[in-house]
């Protein structure tokens, strides 16, 4: 069980300062705290009562104080990132003891155990913004839909930001073989498929191959392997804590797996050739995702049928426009060229600049 006075999170700066503390004379609790934090990958500094010294109740981004200690710590200082955690769950005087300490959350174990493990990893991994994470997704069968994608993730590596390029599409070939990396050493799906609960996050980013400034989670050449949807839910999460930009490369079906990086998508861009059978298939793949993602957008690649024009296919369509996709060589044949898409300052660079700047500001993260 778990209970939340307000929703401010604790800072967290992934270094030195970001051990949590544990205040607690009980024996059994203190062992089980310090086995979630173990679980976190955290290693927590233990006092009995408020530290006198070293600013510790200040400086740590988390404070976990047993509810033996509660009255030991009335008259501390306020400060957010305080959680009172007990074992009884038909007390009722919990409450008014987390309210005289300034608590924000109630906390009861061991039902609270996942939560308590997520909140001590973000403190180890000092969690800050989430990643803008953006999915691209086909019209139709050879919109240019992954060509675009990775034109975006290799535009946000060239800008300073941190990139993740996840290829959620097991049957288009390998994001790293259109990035010209596919025998870099580094994890790929399938090392993955039974990853559960909570991934680390640099752990995730270390094991991946870096291509070009970004790293790229794709297929590997073997056998096709589902990925849960528990998996997939996980990995993404785990890219997001980083900060940055994650780019999704996405399958036209919408599967439970599909669903999930759905579900974590902020902006969702569907490339649609202006042809009218492109728009019709388009049509029900926006259906499909809409389910699912809130802010769908259609980004437009001529050349245009006779009466289309960009702006008519985000009406039929009933979507928010964010573009003509240019027409480049390397949009319509990329494995072709040495450099990978959005690599050269063209019009296809110049498009996904142009949409990183508004949407990082929209965002909030600009």
């Known amino acids: 069980m778990t209970g939340t006075f307000t929703d401010d999170p604790p800072s967290?700066?992934?270094g030195p300062q970001s051990r949590p503390l544990i205040i607690t004379e009980d024996a059994e609790l203190l062992d089980d705290l310090l086995r979630l934090c173990a679980a976190a990958g955290a290693t927590p500094e233990v006092h009995h009562c408020v530290p006198e010294r070293g600013g510790g109740w200040e400086a740590a981004p988390l404070v976990l104080v047993g509810d033996d200690a509660a009255r030991r710590v009335r008259g501390a200082a306020?400060?957010?990132g305080v959680v009172l955690v007990g074992r009884d769950q038909d007390d009722p005087g919990v409450w008014k003891r987390a309210v005289r300490i300034g608590a924000d959350h109630v906390l009861m174990l061991p039902d609270g155990e996942q939560w308590l493990v997520d909140r001590i990893a973000d403190v180890a991994e000092g969690v800050g913004r989430p990643a803008l994470t953006v999915g691209v997704i086909g019209g139709r069968g050879g919109a240019g839909a992954s060509t675009l994608a990775c034109a975006l993730a290799v535009t946000s590596a060239r800008e300073g930001l941190r990139t993740l390029l996840v290829d959620a599409d097991p049957l288009g070939g390998g994001l790293d073989v259109l990035l010209g990396g596919e025998t870099a050493e580094g994890l790929r799906w399938p090392a993955f498929a039974a990853s559960r609960g909570r991934v680390g996050s640099g752990a995730l980013e270390e094991s991946?191959?870096?291509l070009h400034s970004l790293r790229v989670l794709s297929w590997d050449?073997?056998?096709c392997v589902a990925i849960p949807p528990q998996a997939v839910r996980a990995v993404l999460a785990a890219g997001?804590?980083?900060g940055g930009t994650v780019v999704v490369d996405l399958p036209r079906r919408i599967d439970d797996s599909v669903a999930e990086a759905l579900a974590q998508v902020d902006i969702g861009l569907l490339v649609v050739p202006?042809?009218?059978?492109?728009?019709?298939a388009a049509g029900?793949?926006?259906s499909a995702a809409g389910m699912v993602l809130r802010d769908l957008r259609v980004a437009v690649r001529g050349p245009y049928a006779p009466g289309l024009d960009d702006r008519e296919v985000a009406r039929l369509l009933g979507l928010s426009l964010a573009g003509e996709v240019p027409v480049e060589t390397g949009l319509l044949r990329p494995h072709e060229g040495k450099a990978p898409p959005g690599a050269a300052r063209g019009p296809l660079a110049r498009f996904c600049t142009g949409f990183w700047e508004r949407a990082l500001v929209e965002g909030g993260a600009a």
């Open 78 to 80: 306020r400060r957010h």
């Open 240 to 242: 997001r804590r980083r």
């Open 221 to 223: 050449r073997g056998d």
């Open 284 to 286: 029900r793949v926006a």
């Open 274 to 280: 202006a042809e009218l059978r492109a728009v019709a």
């Open 208 to 210: 991946l191959p870096r």
């Open 12 to 14: 967290a700066t992934g």
